[in-house]
């Protein structure tokens, strides 16, 4: 990642800044003068993450604080396996080491909408064929929450749609998933998966993400038609 004078320039055109000042408007607050402190740029030049500085008022005059970090919104999907034979639930998770603390991370398949800011089930799909190697369809996804759920918005405007997706297969077939090695290399992607039960996962993760996809998960457990 690297910032260009070509991408600084037109920055505000960027989907997941100009879905951030709608949410503004939105809510009735006033947005007079917005500048950007810092961007981060994907190879290809688009937008990644946007530290700003705002001046903005709410519907009664009064100001907001200042400092946003625009990261845009972003999907986590809970994949159940059900293995044929047996009533035992299996959950596809993944491992891979986190820069913000340094720890292998156990977390669910997840990924930015960055460009394509209206299609979350779209990239919810795109996520599990690149992080798992398995294929879904539109169909198999369950939304697991009625709306976005905002992760600190104190600072960041990232929020997050949850999904969940069942499918049954023969134990062997799930165990050749376990332990398999994923994601894209050149991107720094270096993602093992890995196969467990809720309580097991729960104990190792210290991903709120994570914890909350299995709450978020067993809240609609009778809607997933799951035995």
């Known amino acids: ?17 100009k879905v951030w000042e709608q949410s503004l408007a939105d809510a009735g607050c006033k947005l007079n003068s917005l500048k950007l402190l810092q961007g981060l740029y994907k190879r ?11 001046n903005a008022q709410d519907e009664g005059g009064k100001p907001l604080l200042p400092y946003a970090l625009l990261r845009g919104a972003a999907v986590v999907i809970v994949p159940c396996l059900e293995i044929e034979g047996t009533t035992e639930r299996q959950f596809l998770m993944v491992r ?25 089930a779209g990239i919810a799909l795109t996520e599990l064929k690149e992080e798992t190697g398995l294929v879904f369809r539109r169909e198999d996804l369950v939304s697991l929450s009625d709306k976005a759920l905002y992760s600190s918005p104190g600072l960041s405007d990232e929020s997050i749609y949850y999904f969940a997706c069942n499918k049954k297969m023969s134990a062997q077939e799930a165990q050749a998933l376990h ?33 909350l996809g299995f709450e978020l998960f067993f809240a609609r457990y009778r809607e997933l038609r799951l035995p």
């Open 1 to 17: 990642m690297s910032i260009t004078n070509s991408a600084q320039g037109d920055w505000r055109s960027a989907p997941k800044v």
């Open 96 to 120: 891979q080491r986190r820069i913000a603390h340094g720890r292998i991370s156990l977390e669910f398949p997840a990924g930015m909408l960055d460009q394509k800011v209206d299609d979350a």
């Open 179 to 211: 332990g398999s090695l994923m994601g894209a290399e050149h991107e720094g992607e270096f993602i093992h998966l890995a196969l467990m039960d809720a309580q097991t996962a729960l104990a190792e993760t210290d991903s709120l993400q994570t914890t």
């Open 44 to 54: 290809d030049g688009s937008l990644l993450f946007a530290l700003v500085e705002a």
